[in-house]
């Protein structure tokens, strides 16, 4: 059985609110494929439709080529399916939660646990407390491994990270990479940008539609402006400032400092080394003081801003 995943065409509206608008994308056997987006891209509509939750308005999709409507009942039996919001039941302790979950699909615990041991040994030392007293990150790790064990082929993954510490998100991710070298097809949505690193190729969605798919640095390799981290110490004065620079072309918040994109056209006339002395200049005139200004190489989120 082919272990891919293949969206064509695929539209799905709420209303009159369109939350899928034709997307079409090919999951290859044995990927780690990311969707990223923020809330509202989309990303959970199309997890629902390749879960056999929802139809589609149009279109078709198939999961380890299986068709999501037509073939149902057998999808369900060969994936595993982390949504968005921690589902299990928070009244049964972990131990029982493993257990139900693998009666469900007539396995058990013992006969899989080559395959979650990694994962289980760091939550074993609580499997006897309620699913609904772990922490944020040992519930994730609890759900991974009830959707891991009746030994999917397809693994669908709805922001498994959202809400969890960074550790938890980092050690989460290296469980992914574990899981992938053993030939399981993954396919992974996250509102972080940073996580699309540990992705082989990506999708950037937003407003029910791709902006851009392939491979993170196939992505990045797409933005061809030249961008500046900037600092001062008037952080909101120096982003409405560095906006209204005649050379800007955009300019966002970045953590602690401001990613500048210059346009295309403000290098023709001179080198970036006079540019950089302009801005400055231009900075010191509307009293900044301790600037900061230095070129950089476009992340994901950069790419998405840009898009």
Same mark, same amino acid.
């Given at each position: =059985?082919?272990?891919? #995943?293949? #969206? ?6 709420y209303g009159g609110v369109r939350a899928l608008q034709d997307i079409s994308l090919h999951v290859r056997p044995g990927e780690l494929f990311g969707l990223i987006g923020p809330d509202g891209a989309g990303k959970t509509t199309l997890f629902r ?22 073939d149902m009942a057998r999808i369900r039996k060969i994936t595993g399916y982390m949504p968005g919001r921690f589902s299990l039941y928070q009244d049964l302790s972990v131990e029982e939660n493993l257990r139900f979950f693998a009666t469900v699909f007539? %396995? ?21 407390? +309620? ?16 959707? *891991?064990?009746?030994?999917? $082929?397809? *693994? *669908?993954?709805? $922001? ?5 510490? &960074? ?25 972080? =940008? ?6 082989? @190729?990506?999708?950037? =969605? +937003? ?7 392939? %491979?993170?640095?196939?992505? @990045? ?9 900037? @600092? ?10 560095? +906006?209204?620079? &005649? ?23 001179? %080198?970036? $080394? ?11 005139? @509307?009293?900044?003081?301790? #600037?900061? *200004?230095?070129? #950089? ?7 998405? =801003?840009?898009?």
């Amino acid at each position: =059985m082919r272990n891919d #995943i293949d #969206i064509e065409g695929v539209c799905r509206s709420y209303g009159g609110v369109r939350a899928l608008q034709d997307i079409s994308l090919h999951v290859r056997p044995g990927e780690l494929f990311g969707l990223i987006g923020p809330d509202g891209a989309g990303k959970t509509t199309l997890f629902r439709i390749l879960t056999t939750l929802l139809l589609p308005d149009k279109g078709k999709a198939s999961v380890c080529g299986l068709d999501v409507v037509r073939d149902m009942a057998r999808i369900r039996k060969i994936t595993g399916y982390m949504p968005g919001r921690f589902s299990l039941y928070q009244d049964l302790s972990v131990e029982e939660n493993l257990r139900f979950f693998a009666t469900v699909f007539q %396995t058990t615990v013992e006969e899989n646990m080559d395959l979650i041991r990694d994962i289980y040994v760091q939550i074993e030392p609580f499997r006897k407390r +309620r699913a609904g007293k772990l922490s944020g990150g040992m519930k994730q790790k609890l759900a991974l491994c009830c959707a *891991l064990i009746h030994r999917p $082929e397809g *693994l *669908l993954l709805d $922001e498994p990270t959202t809400g969890v510490d &960074p550790v938890s998100r980092v050690e989460f991710w290296n469980m992914l990479d574990h899981l992938k070298a053993q030939g399981i097809t993954i396919l992974v949505s996250t509102p972080y =940008m940073d996580e699309a690193s540990r992705c082989g @190729r990506i999708a950037l =969605m +937003r407003d029910g539609q791709t902006l851009s798919v392939g %491979t993170p640095s196939q992505i @990045r390799s797409m933005y061809t402006r030249s961008l500046w981290t900037v @600092r001062s110490s008037a952080m909101f004065p120096l982003l409405k400032d560095l +906006r209204a620079f &005649p050379a800007t072309w955009s300019c966002y918040a970045f953590g602690d400092t401001h990613h500048l994109a210059l346009k295309e056209e403000a290098l023709t006339n001179g %080198t970036e $080394e006079q540019l950089k002395k302009d801005l400055i200049a231009y900075l010191q005139e @509307r009293k900044h003081t301790d #600037i900061f *200004l230095e070129k #950089i190489e476009p992340g994901i989120e950069d790419c998405f =801003m840009a898009l």
